[in-house]
């Protein structure tokens, strides 16, 4: 799955600046791996980055044209084909998160094979893993739980990564999601892999490293999502997991894409977690809580994050708000 | 995935009886599917059904033929094919649960495609499943679940839809892994769906019926086995379970493929799977605990068994030694 770097990112004609969130997630954690980006015409999105077309990005050294955008659905826009056939002439590998294959596209498969390019579509794993097994691995590693899905996992881990390579810890973060995957390179799109082999997936993409080494493993979904909760199980059990962060959206009322299921209590769903986690390593603990807060005001967020550090006696953070440090103090 | 029954069952050049479980499963469990049976030279394997031809098995009603036999590894044996071209040249489609596919083969894809037949190779999904929704649905199931994989649960369940049926009840198994779907023609191979789609593919083939019905849900793994722990909580949530039933091994000294883990107790798996069960649906109950006592004496399986009952106050049976009766009389 590894996307040779540096990227081109493909803005297209991204409606607005929320569509093209995922190149924004690149230029923010890896902006040493942005050449430029390319918008086409009606674009309502702009990185700030400078706007290149493919040749002169492949100039600049760009291995990659990586679509930073979303239309409604996932799907690709029949707008965009002629430049990304541009792109792979330049000699740029192609790299997209989208529910629809890019290879799928007969022009794009076709221009792909005829100039020798890589078409990358992270969401759909290609390659096949081994079943996990459970043998204790040197170095360690954290892993971000939640009480539900899409509450801020990859933003705390990919800020916890930051913060440890800061303090010169060896550290890296390990994507098992599509944005995370495009963001660093590599991964594993762990909801798209065969239901035997979750945990596996996750011991091959966090493997086995020095003893100071840490990876920072980006969680996905929730033990309570009744949708996907076999999803975090595995992936709590390939982690192995020395380290775990609860991360919490203190505003839902109910578990998201599911009207009918309330949320469970921070307690509880830490309680579960550790009782799931001991399994394939006894000594798991909680060393922070990261509460997404966006949508209280800043007393609100305060005296929240200080009602449940109090609660919990843990180190208690907003990444976006307070950043991550206090929870990176736990854990060295 | 429907498999179009009755069938031939294919024997191949089985080692010894072992070999043809697969098959041996289907003529215990479903005699009515079972036209008769095909054997090639050396086999070391008999059903006691008819010995036929292709042609012979069309010209009796058989609609599909279904390898019954397992080779070392799951491959599928040169030998095979000839006889496999001649049962799709007599009319019948192909079906099997081996690792590698039928379909991959060209000489049976080329001949299938000639000959307008189906090919189900029932270890992979062909079909795409919604996410699970989480709605309560009506009608009633039951789920076998596992101290450990493969401890019986595929046969309780089979046994607990016999009985039930036997007494009149509106009762359907639901084939959850390869050999339980050749059996009955119908179900998902769960391990091999995407992990987003484990619950999903578990309420889209136990869907919503009337009030006095029982889906009969196979089991799969155990929440313990650090493997494939994700596909039975999955499973487990899907279920929506009223009815659970406890499957256990008792001799068994470590975790299936794993040396390095022990067996949870007994108490601890039920406590585990009530947890879990508990978000689908909160009136989930054990109503009995399922032995395999193979490797046990008569005496040793007799008083093993009675020692669980008095420890946990359920109906505890061998299904093979003693019957599912007093388990089915505590479900009903």
Known sequence: ??????????????????????????????????????????????????????????????????????????????????????????????????????????????????????????????????????????????????????????????????ELRQRGVNADFRATGQTGILITGDGVSIDAVAADFISGSVEFHAPENTEDHWDIIEG???????????VSLGLLHGSQADALVLCHEPTRTHMRGLPDFPLPSIKECMEANLRAASLTNKDARFVGIAINTSNLSDDEAMAYLSKIE????????????TGVARIVDNLL
């Open 1 to 162: 799955m590894s996307i040779k770097t540096p990227y081109l990112l493909f803005l297209g004609n991204a409606a607005d600046p929320l569509a093209a969130k995922v190149a924004q997630g690149i230029r923010d954690w890896r902006p040493e791996n942005c050449v430029g980006q390319l918008r086409l015409e009606g674009c309502n999105a702009d990185l700030g980055l400078t706007d290149m077309t493919p040749n002169e990005a492949a100039a600049q050294g760009a291995k990659s044209l990586v679509v930073g955008v979303a239309n409604r659905g996932g799907v690709i826009d029949s707008s965009w084909v002629e430049a990304l056939i541009e792109a792979m002439e330049s000699g740029l590998d192609l790299a997209a998160g989208l529910h629809n294959k890019l290879a799928d596209i007969p022009e794009l498969a076709e221009a792909a094979k005829r100039l020798g390019r890589q078409i990358h579509d992270v969401r759909h794993p290609t390659r096949s893993y081994p079943v996990a097994s459970g043998t204790a691995r040197c170095g360690k590693r954290l892993l971000a739980v939640g009480t539900d899905c899409s509450c801020g996992k990859m933003y705390t881990t990919l800020a916890i990564e930051k």
């Open 310 to 321: 109090q609660e919990f006696d843990l180190p208690t953070v907003d990444p976006v708000r």
């Open 220 to 230: 996905q979904g929730s033990l309570y999502h009744a949708s996907f909760a076999g």
